[in-house]
């Protein structure tokens, strides 16, 4: 059984930091792309950060400059770094990936996300 597992979020004060982990398991051949949306209450889920299927990296604009993503495709995990938190970061964050599996086809998988909370 696939499946994306998240960890890292907390509550944090405003322009602190934290670093969020996916680690995708599974029956999985490799990634094509892999990255992190937020979901903040009331609003609609929002691309945040992410690899696309050429490796690039890409990131929202409310997010340049304070959040790096990364990853080990060794250990099929990407990682998020976010520094200088702002209360407006306050949210469930999600990790989503395309990945091939192992039988040859291809599915999208959203992990349970992680809430990141930033006080003022």
């Known amino acids: 059984q696939v499946q994306l597992v998240e960890s890292g979020g907390g509550s944090v004060q405003a322009g602190g930091s934290l670093r969020l982990s996916c680690a995708a398991s599974g029956s999985i051949f490799g990634i094509n792309a892999m990255g992190w949306y937020r979901q903040a209450p009331g609003k609609q889920r929002e691309s945040v950060a992410g690899f696309t299927r050429g490796g690039r990296s890409n990131y929202a604009d409310s997010v340049k400059g304070r959040f790096t993503i990364s990853r080990d495709n060794a250990k099929n995990t990407v990682y998020l770094q976010m520094n200088s938190l702002k209360p407006e970061d306050t949210a469930v964050y999600y990790c989503?990936?395309?990945?091939?599996?192992?039988?040859?086809?291809?599915?999208?998988?959203w992990g349970k996300g992680t809430l990141v909370t930033v006080s003022s």
């Open positions: 989503n990936a395309d990945l091939r599996l192992s039988s040859g086809s291809y599915a999208n998988y």
